[in-house]
């Protein structure tokens, strides 16, 4: 059997053998919009719920808008122009207009990547600014939840007249589904605030899963922080295979997001009968498999319908390395996953701890066999399974005792497909 799976800039060709049940796993062909300007257009001008952006804006001296960092497609450059034009033909001067780039604890982004983000012609008219988590100085503390987790946020946005958004609706493996109130947190939060939102506390909670929303309750801790932070519109987009635009919801954050979340489901949604006794699955290839720490979302992803005691095969490109210093760091100390769990038991949180957690709780439930060329050989060694830079090598251990007549799904984009066990 031949697929391609989504690996990198370019893709990757794989022949799997014979003997084996497969259920190949594809995101859904969404129809591309006829016309994605006039898509645009019409959601800010006729919101989900809420004052058109028109309105919204008007007598307001400043904005600031929140924008999804390089690793994730959202069409900033094409939703941008027709939200720049209405906040100023609302009376918002362009000197009043501010960018940033929600980069949660993620590395700030290049020149040549913010041009990329917002587009050349945004990029050279606009402030745009990269949030920085680990500076205290930029952020202002709004107090707690409900629940105690203390909210800092960046101060450039909270100190414009509007707050605003552009995201993406894709499946979150701790959230249920991105985009919302996640471009204000984690995005645009202080790092003593992302620490308490990714504890073992949310972490370990099973409804904090990909496609998980109504009970999950980070998806309400982060609604609530949003609250908190006065987010006051927002411009969330779904994207096709081949990232044109599939749809768009504007307006009232909590009730555009919802609209969005429920399209998205329901056009997504891709069950299987029972668990698979083997899952195949990818980092869904540039730009989320740059580094190892997003390519684990092809694992929990695949860890929803794998079977206790199955294997999982990842393929992640990984050419930017293991991820930040702190998450390659802990990549590399603990032996094993039951030692790591026990380790940040009953201990101040670290930086990037929740995606080694997450990863942790995978491979107790089933076996993982790694396939990640970009990470050196010593790093490999440390994974918590079979760990290959060649995908040859990586499939024979997958497939080496595998029962015949072993169902096997595939996943060729990895955390991009919506699935469960019906």
């Known amino acids: 059997m031949n697929v391609r799976l989504a690996f990198g800039k370019e893709g990757l060709p794989v022949t799997l053998p014979s003997g084996f049940e497969y259920t190949v796993l594809e995101c859904p062909v969404a129809a591309?919009?006829?016309?994605?300007?006039?898509?645009?257009?019409?959601?800010?001008?006729?919101?989900?719920?809420?004052?058109?952006?028109?309105?919204?804006?008007?007598?307001?001296?400043?904005?600031a808008i929140s924008v999804c960092d390089?690793?994730?497609?959202?069409?900033?450059?094409?939703v941008l122009p027709p939200l720049l034009e209405r906040l100023e033909a609302a009376g918002v001067p362009k000197s009043g207009i501010r960018i940033l780039i929600a980069t949660g604890l993620h590395r700030g982004a290049t020149e040549d990547e913010i041009r990329k983000i917002v587009g050349a012609t945004v990029a050279g008219q606009y402030e745009i600014l990269n949030h920085d988590a680990?500076?205290?100085?930029?952020?202002?503390?709004?107090?707690?939840t409900r629940s105690g987790t203390p909210v800092f946020?960046?101060?450039?946005?909270?100190d414009a007249d509007l707050h605003l958004s552009l995201g993406l609706i894709e499946p979150h493996l701790m959230l249920g589904f991105s985009g919302?109130?996640?471009?204000?947190?984690?995005?645009?939060?202080?790092?003593?605030?992302?620490?308490?939102?990714?504890?073992s506390r949310f972490m370990r909670d099973p409804r904090t899963c990909e496609g998980s929303v109504e009970d999950n309750p980070l998806h309400a801790e982060l609604l609530e922080i949003a609250r908190m932070a006065r987010h006051d519109f927002l411009v969330d987009v779904a994207l096709?295979?081949?990232?044109?635009?599939?749809?768009?919801?504007?307006?009232?954050?909590?009730?555009?997001?919802?609209?969005?979340?429920?399209?998205?489901?329901?056009?997504?949604?891709?069950?299987?009968?029972?668990?698979?006794?083997?899952?195949?699955?990818?980092?869904?290839?540039?730009?989320?498999?740059?580094?190892?720490?997003?390519?684990?979302?092809?694992?929990?992803?695949a860890s929803q319908i794998v079977k206790k005691g199955g294997r999982i095969l990842l393929f992640g490109e990984c050419g930017e390395g293991a991820g930040a210093a702190e998450f390659s760091k802990m990549l590399g100390e603990y032996a094993s996953d039951a030692e790591f769990l026990r380790a940040i038991e009953g201990v101040p949180v670290t930086?990037?701890?929740?995606?080694l957690e997450k990863l942790a709780l995978a491979t107790q439930k089933a076996g993982v066999v790694f396939c990640a060329p970009g990470l050196p050989a010593a790093q490999l060694e440390k994974l918590w399974g079979p760990a290959f830079h060649e995908p040859a090598a990586a499939l024979h251990s997958f497939f080496d005792g595998l029962p015949s007549g072993s169902r096997v799904a595939v996943m060729p984009e990895g955390p991009y497909v919506f699935t469960g066990v019906n």
């Open 32 to 63: 591309p919009l006829p016309d994605p300007l006039a898509a645009i257009e019409a959601a800010l001008d006729q919101p989900v719920a809420g004052p058109s952006l028109r309105e919204l804006a008007a007598g307001k001296r400043s904005a």
């Open 70 to 78: 390089i690793t994730r497609p959202a069409p900033n450059s094409m």
């Open 134 to 144: 680990r500076n205290p100085d930029l952020h202002r503390h709004l107090g707690a």
């Open 153 to 158: 946020i960046d101060r450039r946005f909270l």
């Open 180 to 199: 919302g109130r996640k471009l204000v947190a984690p995005g645009l939060a202080f790092e003593a605030t992302i620490k308490t939102l990714h504890s």
């Open 240 to 301: 096709t295979r081949t990232r044109g635009l599939a749809g768009v919801w504007a307006g009232q954050p909590e009730a555009a997001h919802r609209a969005g979340m429920a399209q998205v489901r329901t056009a997504m949604y891709q069950p299987i009968p029972q668990a698979a006794d083997a899952v195949i699955t990818t980092g869904a290839g540039y730009p989320l498999d740059m580094t190892f720490y997003q390519s684990v979302k092809g694992i929990t992803a």
């Open 351 to 355: 930086v990037d701890q929740w995606q």
